[in-house]
Structures are given as C-alpha cells and as structure tokens.
C-alpha cells in the first residue's frame, strides 16, 4: 500500500501527527474521520482542506469518514476563537447538515458496493440520548480538570478578559466522545483536523485508551495563511464559499487566478491532486515567467473544475478575457442575463430610466448625466481620443444615438472609460 502520511507531508499537509499513525496506515486500510462545522448552510473554501485530505484517504484504499456537527453545531468550538459564537436554533443547524451533506458528496464516493465507502455520520445521531448525567459519569469522570485546563484553546480563552462558559469548557469531550463512539462503532482508529484542533483531536484518543483500552492515531493540518500575512478564504466580499449561490463560479476562479506568487506554488500543491512531476515542471515554466501567472492560471483551472464543473471553468475563463480583452463584443452579448451578472461582479452600477433608451438619448449627455464624465467637454475629449466603448465596442462618433437597442438582455449597457473603468448601466 502506498504511503498516505508520506503523500500529505510533501504537499505540506501535515503538522502534528501521533507516533505510530504513519505505520498503521502503512499496514491495513484504516476509518479515520474529520469533523464539518454546520454553522452555514454552505462550505467555504477553508473546508476544502479537509475535504482534499478525506479524497486522498479513499485513493489510497482508506475509508473516509464525515462527520456533519449536528450536536456540536449546538455548543461553538471555542478552538481559536476570541468570544463565544451565537448558538444556532435547531431548525437552522437541521437545515445546514442537509447542506453540507448535499455538499460533500460531490467529493467522495458514497457507493456502498466500494470497499472503502465513504460514510457521513451526525453527532446528533449518538448525542440526542444521552442524559447529562450519562455523559458526566460515563465521559467526565475519564478526564481530569487538569488535563483539560492545559489545552491551549482553554487556556488562552480563560487567560483573556471574556472568558470561557462551562458550555464552551465541556467541548473537548464532546468532541473526544465522538472519537471514542466512532471509534467503538465504526472501527475509526484515526482523526485529523486543523492544528488548532489539536487539544480537541488528542483528547479522544484519550479518552478512548482509558475507557476501552483500544489504539488510536491522529494527525493535523497547519491552519493556512497567506504570505502577506492576511487570512486565507477571505475575499474583499467575505467567505469564498464552495456553493455557487453565495461565490459565483466567476468570482471563485478569480479568487484563485489572483493569488499572490509566493503562494501559489504551496497553493497548488495542497488544493489540486497534480503528481509532484507536474507540479515541479509548472514551477520551472513559472520560475521567470511570472507575468505569464502560469502556477495561478492552473491553480484556478483545477480547483473551479474540482468544486464547479468544466463548463463553469470555461465559462470563468471567457467571462474574464472580456473585460480584459478588447475582441470580446461578440461574446458579451451572447451572455445571459445571470452570467453578465457574474461577470459584471465588483463594476459600479448605475441605475437609469428605461425612457432614456426609448427616446434615444445622444451618447456624450448620457455619459455626463450619469456623472460617467464630469462634464460633457470631458466626454466629447476622451471620445474623441478613442478612450469610449459601449459594450466593448470603441465609439468615435460624437453624434451617436443611444436607444434600447443597444442594451445587453434587453436591460443593461456597458460603458467604458479609457483601459480599466467600467460602469453597467441598469434600465428600470
């Protein structure tokens, strides 16, 4: 069998790993499982981790597990946390593991018939019986006070001036409880995470050699950064979600086509399944050639295809070149509505009364009443240098007319102003 450990460590995917873990996914297919936070009714792109992490499990002959936080969505992980979250209601967090769950099955192979199945479990599931007396006599009384006031995710909250509840205290062992049921249950002998669920991770294993005496492994990620020190998933809107509904297919290549040079290359080694031959041999076409963004360029194509489609991939890649390109007045008006929208994502919009169109407005009081221009003067001067494109195409006639037969679906008008400003103009 071939060495998952060994695969995860020349990509830069692990950090903390307990002894033992690597020989025992060396010796036999092993269940091991990674936990997703129903805190929204979608995965961001720091999910995708996991989710590549649990891909690579099942090509090499491992059995993935996921487990969806029904319960534990119920309490907040203080892990890395500065204040204690909002508490979901049961119907929301219920409609956020359906979800996720629809999610994740886009990434692993559930197919029963598979040796190595991929399972989903729900916390809930185990945790919706237990009494709290249950719990604190058959789970509590295994782990010490002390032992869990060293966890640096207690620790710190404690030390800072908001301070931890009991609620947020007991997470560690409801975290190591699941462990320990998969564990009995399900055969999973190993979890992972990110490193800052490192407290949380090794209290199962804990947990699971004092109350059943039985073996068990783990490892974690690093928690991923940007080299300028700036918090990796996070666009200028937000979350870089994985649902095209919350960050568009467009928006989510563009997410990856800009990331910085010095993080592509630990990017692509992380977020695409490229042997180290291809990716040693993208590197040296990049290496002097980075205006080319040859690393980003594939970057952006492998994972849109990973968490989209083919089709939203080339889509993304044209929809970019137009407003980059100048040959590309065909190709917008082609695009449907929703795709122009896309596209358009981030360009000032203005809004404008369709009796504008009907009464076929001349251009040079349109691009001064819509403040486009400061004044007409500018317009006429900029026009008359070739700086003036309405929907990519370059309008040199100062005398043109504009009427709604220029709009794109009937409803929007592109104009541009010099190399790099544009302005949709929205009729209502």
Same mark, same amino acid.
Not at 110 to 130: H, L, Q, T
Not at 266 to 287: G, M, P
Not at 300 to 310: P, R
């Given at each position: ?201 090794? $209290? +199962?294993? !804990?947990?699971? @050699? ?5 073996? =068990?492994?783990?490892? %974690? /990620?690093?928690?991923?950064? &940007? ?59 990049? $290496? +002097?050639? !980075?205006?080319? @963004? ?5 970057? =952006?194509?492998?994972? %849109? /295809?990973?968490?989209?489609? &083919? ?72 026009? =008359? ?8 195409? &370059? ?34």
């Amino acid at each position: 069998m071939n060495n998952l450990i060994e695969e995860l460590r020349w990509r830069g995917l692990i950090q903390d790993i307990i002894p033992g873990t690597e020989e025992q996914l060396c010796k036999e297919p092993t269940a091991g499982y990674v936990g997703f936070d129903p805190t929204a009714d979608s995965l961001h792109i720091g999910s995708l981790i996991p989710i590549i992490v649990l891909m690579h499990l099942q090509k090499f002959g491992h059995k993935p597990i996921a487990l969806v936080g029904g319960a534990t969505g119920m309490v907040g992980d203080p892990s890395g946390k500065s204040e204690e979250r909002n508490l979901l209601s049961t119907e929301v967090l219920n409609y956020n593991v359906a979800a996720v769950k629809k999610q994740l099955e886009k990434f692993l192979d559930f197919n029963p018939g598979k040796e190595n199945a991929a399972e989903m479990v729900n916390n809930y599931d185990w945790f919706k019986d237990i009494t709290f007396l249950d719990f604190i006599r058959d789970v509590g009384k295994h782990i010490s006070i002390n032992y869990m006031m060293a966890k640096d995710s207690v620790r710190k909250r404690l030390e800072g001036e908001n301070g931890m509840s009991f609620t947020e205290f007991t997470y560690q062992l409801v975290q190591g409880y699941d462990f320990y049921w998969l564990n009995k249950n399900k055969n999973c002998k190993f979890q992972f995470g990110g490193s800052d669920q490192w407290g949380n991770i090794v $209290t +199962g294993t !804990e947990l699971i @050699r004092r109350k059943s005496g039985g073996e =068990a492994f783990a490892f %974690t /990620c690093p928690l991923l950064t &940007k080299a300028d020190g700036g918090k990796f998933g996070k666009s200028e809107k937000g979350n870089v979600w994985l649902s095209p509904d919350k960050t568009s297919p467009y928006s989510f290549y563009q997410f990856w086509l800009n990331t910085a040079d010095l993080d592509a290359e630990r990017f692509i080694k992380i977020f695409t399944f490229l042997s180290k031959e291809e990716i040693d041999e993208l590197v040296r076409q990049h $290496t +002097g050639n !980075e205006n080319q @963004r040859i690393l980003q360029k594939k970057l =952006a194509e492998e994972v %849109t /295809c990973l968490v989209h489609s &083919k089709k939203d991939y080339e889509f993304a890649v044209k929809a970019s070149a137009i407003l980059f390109s100048n040959d590309t007045a065909q190709t917008l008006k082609e695009l449907n509505e929703e795709q122009l929208l896309q596209v358009m994502e981030g360009v000032p919009s203005i809004e404008i009364d369709r009796k504008v169109f009907n009464n076929n407005i001349d251009l040079i009081s349109l691009l001064a009443d819509t403040k486009i221009f400061s004044s007409k003067g500018e317009a006429r001067k900029m026009l =008359a240098g070739g700086g003036v494109f309405l929907n990519k195409e &370059k309008v040199t006639d100062a005398e043109t007319k504009v009427n709604a037969n220029f709009l794109l679906n009937e409803k929007y008008l592109l104009v541009q102003k010099g190399k790099k400003n544009y302005y949709l103009l929205k009729s209502s």
